[in-house]
């Protein structure tokens, strides 16, 4: 085998934080990530394929360190990913993060939108998402935020101390006991304390032409671009430093009674109050 395989994985949720998980334990001198965020082998069937050798070869470069991982926030809705994950890597120690449902769904849409993805309002693709068949359209903006199902199907395949859930409120109101929290999960030394630890590492952007860009953002397209200069093509099409306008009241209350069942279940899940996303 090229190299090893991961302690740990960080499963999600998508537009939930994990993003500034990963930079912060990038920075912990026990920890090693793969240059690249979401290596999707679990969670893609093409890159499944791939095989066992090309996925460890991912982490060749981690040495003696005592964590090895990466993060994938698509591992934790895919279905066929937690059994593949205990196939293969049975011993990693989980990372999930999780987000008030309403806002990582319109989170979720922004992404949807700025990569060319969306075309309609947020209140028209939650409704479409609704009325589909089974309750469930992808992007998925609902499903992913209906997190318990999801959870419940990860500890069918892994042992419940082996999956740590963490909320982004949490990571934003106290970010340097969350990591400590994160740290003893992982078991690496939790007196590290990485000076990024608490900055936002994943601003809103907005596409100036959200078509064109998705134009260019197909893989037929992008990978002809030599990676160097695909940052510089981003740029181009990014507008950074605005705010996303607000999500409208009534879709907010709709969306918060929607998930309310949800919710109260999770809490009871996890012995947390969940209050807070009411």
Known sequence: MAGRLPSFLIVGA???GTSSLWHYLR??????????????????????AQGVEWYSGLFTDAGDRKAVGEATPSYLTVPE???RMASLVPDARLVAI??????RAYSHYLHARYYGLE?????EAVERERTAPGGAAWPYYLLSGRYLIHLERLVEHFPREQLLVLLLD????????TFRTLCRHLHIDESVLPKIVGE??????????????????????????????????ARVFTREGREPEPIDERTRDELTRYFAEDNRRLGEWLGRDLSIWS
Request: glycine share 2%; charged share 30%; aromatic share 12%.
């Open 14 to 16: 998508a537009k939930s």
């Open 27 to 48: 920075e912990h001198p026990d920890v090693y990530v793969p240059p690249r965020k979401e290596i999707n082998f679990f969670d893609d069937h093409n890159a499944f």
């Open 81 to 83: 990913a937690a059994e």
């Open 98 to 103: 999780l987000r008030n449902p309403v806002d």
């Open 119 to 123: 075309r309609v309002t947020f209140p």
């Open 170 to 177: 949490d990571l934003e109101q106290d970010p340097a006991g």
């Open 200 to 233: 936002v590492t994943n601003r809103y952007r907005e596409s100036r032409f959200p078509r064109t860009f998705g134009l260019i953002l197909k893989p037929a397209v992008w990978k002809r671009i030599p990676q160097r200069y695909r940052p510089k093509v």
